[in-house]
């Protein structure tokens, strides 16, 4: 399939998950405690299959999805995303045992996940990360440290952790542990944030762990990280994208009904002028998604540096297009409860997390110059 169009199943489907998005799970996300993991909108997630969807779907299914529920959504859309986070390296590295455990239950929404590799000492620099697991006997360690900014934190039912098995050896000393809530020694606490988003720091006070427990090989769990953050940064621009397209569509709207100067807000040709630009920003950035998530599913050798340009651009074009979006609203859309000024928090976030705006176009760089050919 070419990347730059999509075939009209796919559209069709998007169509159907704005539907879903605004009529099933809208609701749920309304009635939710800001700040704390909504279990009823998960659930929902859980019987509409979509959750499932993480695990059988290529990375253009799952851009669609965070596109389209975006759309609608954005509530939904995070809790679909913190879910295939947290569960795709069991899906990826897990042992029969630990998929069995866990992966019917997070695709059914009864129980969630989290990814958690940020630090108060390394967030930028992950493989500067200190959380130790320190040996404890014969294929058991002990973990002992801090993660910070982890989405889903304190309430979620187990947490992928990567933690530092090899002192001194960067991101060759790193092992992924599937760690269990109820483990003895691990406590946490929610952080509340400008758009508030389940999220926590977490403490570890000698956690037990065995090898059961390690997600892929030991000191290799830097790989589990990055080929997950791999699959999961176009899908952040997609995410972006569906705001993008909200905020946009808000405004076509919004300026064919205003009155002003005689006659309408987009008889202005600078109003104009300016939702053509927002509009040839937001696709341009959408081909760029769809382009990366097709590589990856082609299994593309470029993959890394397509899945850090599509980040990156549709971050910061979503960024541009909801800001744009209020300024042409006026005031109203400042007041609380507006769909732009949920938007307007909620689009901040995606340019730091998962590899901030520079760290991608550190990526991108390294990838040009390690396949130069100096003559
Ligand atoms: C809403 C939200 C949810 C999150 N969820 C999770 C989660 O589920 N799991 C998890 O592990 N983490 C999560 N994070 C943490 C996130 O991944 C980190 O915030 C991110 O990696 C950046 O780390 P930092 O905040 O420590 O910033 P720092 O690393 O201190 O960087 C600060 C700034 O310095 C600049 N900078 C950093 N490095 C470079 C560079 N190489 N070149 C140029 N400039 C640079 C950038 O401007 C960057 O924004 C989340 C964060 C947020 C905001």
């Given at each position: 399939?070419?990347?730059?169009?999509?075939?009209?199943?796919?559209?069709?489907?998007?169509?159907?998950?704005?539907?879903?998005a605004?009529?099933?799970l809208?609701?749920?996300a309304?009635?939710?405690?800001?700040?704390?993991?909504?279990?009823?909108?998960?659930?929902?997630?859980?019987?509409?299959?979509?959750?499932?969807?993480?695990?059988?779907?290529?990375?253009?299914?799952?851009?669609?999805?965070?596109?389209?529920l975006?759309?609608?959504c954005?509530e939904a859309e995070?809790a679909?995303?913190?879910?295939?986070?947290?569960?795709?390296?069991?899906?990826?590295?897990?042992?029969?045992?630990?998929?069995?455990?866990?992966?019917?239950?997070?695709?059914?929404?009864?129980?969630?996940?989290?990814?958690?590799?940020?630090?108060?000492?390394?967030?930028?620099?992950?493989?500067?990360?200190?959380?130790?697991?320190?040996?404890?006997?014969?294929?058991?360690?002990?973990?002992?440290?801090?993660?910070?900014?982890?989405?889903?934190?304190?309430?979620?039912?187990?947490?992928?952790?990567?933690?530092?098995?090899?002192?001194?050896?960067?991101?060759?000393?790193?092992?992924?542990?599937?760690?269990?809530?109820?483990?003895?020694?691990?406590?946490?606490?929610?952080?509340?944030?400008?758009?508030?988003?389940?999220?926590?720091?977490?403490?570890?006070?000698?956690?037990?762990?065995?090898?059961?427990?390690?997600?892929?090989?030991?000191?290799?769990?830097?790989?589990?990280?990055?080929?997950?953050?791999?699959?999961?940064?176009?899908?952040?621009?997609?995410?972006?994208?569906?705001?993008?397209?909200?905020?946009?569509?808000?405004?076509?709207?919004?300026?064919?009904?205003?009155?002003?100067?005689?006659?309408?807000?987009?008889?202005?040709?600078?109003?104009?002028?300016?939702?053509?630009?927002?509009?040839?920003?937001?696709?341009?950035?959408?081909?760029?998604?769809?382009?990366?998530?097709?590589?990856?599913?082609?299994?593309?050798?470029?993959?890394?540096?397509?899945?850090?340009?599509?980040?990156?651009?549709?971050?910061?074009?979503?960024?541009?297009?909801?800001?744009?979006?209020?300024?042409?609203?006026?005031?109203?859309?400042?007041?609380?409860?507006?769909?732009?000024?949920?938007?307007?928090?909620?689009?901040?976030?995606?340019?730091?997390?998962?590899?901030?705006?520079?760290?991608?176009?550190?990526?991108?760089?390294?990838?040009?110059?390690?396949?130069?050919?100096?003559?």
């Open positions: 399939m070419p990347a730059f169009s999509l075939e009209p199943s796919h559209t069709a489907r998007c169509a159907e998950l704005r539907a879903l605004e009529e099933r809208r609701p749920l309304e009635k939710g405690e800001p700040g704390q993991v909504n279990r009823p909108l998960v659930a929902e997630l859980g019987r509409l299959g979509l959750l499932e969807r993480l695990f059988t779907a290529g990375a253009l299914d799952l851009c669609l999805m965070r596109e389209s975006a759309y609608a954005t995070t679909l995303a913190l879910q295939g986070l947290g569960a795709h390296p069991v899906h990826a590295h897990g042992t029969p045992a630990q998929r069995e455990r866990w992966l019917p239950a997070v695709g059914e929404g009864t129980a969630v996940a989290a990814f958690a590799l940020s630090e108060p000492g390394a967030g930028s620099d992950a493989a500067a990360l200190s959380l130790s697991a320190r040996p404890d006997g014969p294929s058991r360690w002990r973990l002992t440290g801090e993660k910070c900014w982890i989405s889903n934190a304190p309430e979620a039912d187990f947490c992928t952790v990567f933690a530092r098995t090899t002192p001194g050896a960067g991101a060759r000393g790193v092992t992924a542990f599937l760690v269990p809530a109820d483990r003895p020694g691990l406590t946490g606490t929610a952080l509340d944030m400008l758009s508030p988003h389940p999220i926590g720091a977490l403490a570890f006070d000698a956690v037990p762990v065995s090898a059961d427990d390690v997600l892929g090989e030991v000191d290799r769990g830097f790989r589990v990280a990055m080929g997950t953050l791999n699959l999961f940064r176009p899908s952040v621009g997609a995410f972006a994208l569906g705001m993008a397209q909200a905020a946009l569509d808000a405004t076509l709207a919004h300026t064919s009904r205003r009155d002003a100067f005689g006659g309408k807000l987009r008889d202005l040709q600078s109003v104009a002028h300016t939702v053509a630009e927002m509009a040839l920003r937001t696709d341009a950035a959408r081909l760029m998604v769809y382009a990366a998530a097709t590589a990856y599913d082609e299994g593309a050798p470029d993959v890394p540096k397509r899945a850090a340009m599509a980040k990156l651009l549709a971050t910061e074009t979503a960024q541009y297009v909801v800001d744009t979006a209020v300024q042409l609203h006026g005031a109203r859309a400042l007041q609380r409860g507006h769909l732009l000024e949920h938007l307007y928090r909620e689009v901040r976030a995606p340019r730091i997390y998962e590899g901030a705006s520079e760290v991608q176009r550190g990526i991108i760089a390294k990838e040009l110059y390690a396949h130069l050919e100096v003559p």
